[in-house]
């Protein structure tokens, strides 16, 4: 099974001042409250959004840089980790740089962010972080020879068909991705690939199943081969799984979580509902009815099961609102997902992780546990001889 991405690499974003983690089929990411697990699912997304210009305002949104970048000194002192020492401020005397990458085993990327140039009282947007540089590669590693696009402030060069440097005429401003940017299949297909490749993660966190969640509603009943984030079209979803895809894994799913219970989609003036009907209840359940719990499982059926598989799947906190006998079902689905895409899961439950390590099988699976020391995220046994070989492009 080929692994999409191998290394995933942060520096100064929040709690992780710097991690560079190898990934592999299925990776499962655990570890106590504040240690940085909400920070590494908020990375991969800040990846993914580079590929369609919104690294940037995702930044913004969260304060901008003064609120996201490692707030911890710029170095931890042996007598300071020691406790021999207390932890003191300092005047930053490095460039500001908040750095995100990733690397497969055919391509690789990596942003540079950092702080604006603002002439004073020229703009209101003071939040915006500048994008300083970016590269993408050939190969797990950033070196000279593998780079394919490169770009320095606003300036993007290339490697040409023949294995030479060039400079192109385009010229970015300081928030826009070259990733998202720059369009041109004659000098970069690769970076259009690459774009597209990003562009087909996907990601699902906190899925509503209050009593106004928009997947408890009917939803219009077309063709749905990949649930929506906030699941509003559940329904047809599941009907589209029952009709062209794994329809019996389908089945098979429901009845392990709610054995008897059978899955029923109602059809009416062209929209979808959703009805199981359990052992021992005269009529079947619509999605109003049901539990946040069996809700909540329902979709991660949809989104697990998809018949149109991403390279890469991140979870975030599926364990929610999940009955704890409804922690094996799910991993079960998730080990069996991992055969079609790859997949992150970040949890909080010590008994999903237990059960993904139990269902794995032969699939290539990583338990990630994160700790914090002296307010820095770090992995738990993994030491610097342990990271994958990691550099950042050159401001």
């Known amino acids: 099974m080929v692994r999409v991405l191998v290394t995933l690499a942060v520096e100064n974003y929040r709690s992780l001042r710097r991690l560079v983690l190898p990934l592999r089929r299925l990776n499962v990411v655990t570890g106590a409250n504040g240690t940085g697990k909400s920070s590494l699912y908020r990375a991969l997304r800040l990846l993914a959004a580079a590929s369609r210009n919104g690294a940037v305002a995702a930044l913004a949104r969260e304060g901008g840089l003064p609120s996201t970048l490692w707030a911890g000194p710029e170095t931890i002192g042996r007598a300071v980790r020691a406790g021999e020492h207390p932890v003191q401020g300092t005047v930053r005397s490095k460039r500001v740089a908040l750095r995100l990458g990733f690397a497969g085993d055919s391509f690789g990327y990596a942003i540079d962010l950092g702080l604006p140039q603002i002439v004073p009282d020229t703009t209101l947007f003071a939040l915006d972080p500048e994008i300083k540089a970016e590269v993408t590669w050939t190969g797990p590693v950033l070196r000279p020879g593998t780079r394919l696009t490169e770009r320095t402030n606003a300036a993007v060069g290339v490697r040409g068909p023949d294995g030479s440097w060039r400079a192109t005429t385009l010229r970015l401003r300081p928030y826009d991705s070259m990733l998202a940017e720059f369009v041109d299949p004659e000098l970069a297909p690769d970076l259009m690939l690459l774009r597209e490749r990003i562009r087909s993660w996907r990601f699902y966190d906190q899925v509503r199943t209050d009593a106004d969640a928009p997947m408890r509603a009917a939803a219009i009943g077309t063709r749905t081969p990949v649930l929506s984030a906030d699941g509003a079209d559940l329904a047809p979803a599941l009907q589209t799984i029952r009709e062209v895809g794994e329809a019996d894994a389908l089945a098979a799913a429901v009845d392990l979580a709610f054995p008897g219970s059978r899955l029923g989609i109602d059809a009416t003036a062209g929209r979808f509902a959703l009805r199981l009907t359990q052992p021992g209840m005269l009529r079947p359940l619509d999605a109003s009815e049901l539990s946040d719990g069996t809700l909540r499982y329902l979709s991660w059926v949809a989104a697990l099961l998809t018949p149109r598989p991403p390279e890469l799947l991140v979870l975030n906190e599926p364990e929610n609102s999940l009955h ?48 914090k020391e002296h307010g820095e995220t770090y992995v738990v046994g993994q030491g610097k001889l342990d990271e994958p070989s990691w550099h950042w492009p050159k401001r």
Do not use: K
């Open 324 to 371: 704890p006998d409804l922690v094996r079902p799910l991993a079960a689905l998730i080990a069996g997902a991992a055969y079609r895409m790859q997949i992150v899961v970040v949890t909080h439950s010590r008994a999903l992780a237990s059960a993904l390590d139990t269902h794995a099988g032969d699939t290539d699976l990583q338990l990630v546990e994160l700790a």
